[in-house]
């Protein structure tokens, strides 16, 4: 079992930065491949952005692409995802998910967070 627990949500104006942290506990997080996800209300969960165990390999989604940083620090079993120039469509709920495969899909993450609201205002 891994435990994932997501912070550093908040409400914030468009063109502000925010950086979001997920702590894991439980099994070796060094192990799992991390992604970041969002849900805005009436829609899908989407993927955000997803890192490679080593830290190496990044994927991001389009809409996200050259604003979002994803990083982490398996010496703090923690992953990080840095949003700057954030616009009122990125206000969603922010969430966390482990996995054996850097995916950019739903389907390869096992474990997941219970989120943290991100909001954006005009």
């Known amino acids: 079992q891994v435990q994932l627990v997501e912070s550093g949500g908040g409400l914030v104006q468009a063109g502000a930065s925010l950086r979001l942290s997920c702590a894991a506990s439980g099994r070796a997080f060094r192990n799992y491949a991390m992604g970041w996800f969002r849900q805005a209300p009436g829609k899908e969960r989407e993927f955000v952005a997803t890192?490679?165990?080593?830290?190496?390999?990044?994927v991001y989604a389009d809409s996200v692409k050259g604003r979002f940083t994803i990083s982490r620090e398996n010496a703090k079993n923690t992953v990080y995802l840095q949003m700057n120039s954030l616009r009122p469509e990125d206000a969603a709920v922010y969430y966390c998910a482990a996995g054996p495969l850097w995916l950019p899909s739903i389907r390869g993450y096992t474990y997941w967070g219970q989120g943290t609201q991100v909001t954006v205002s005009s």
């Open positions: 890192i490679s165990q080593s830290a190496s390999n990044t």
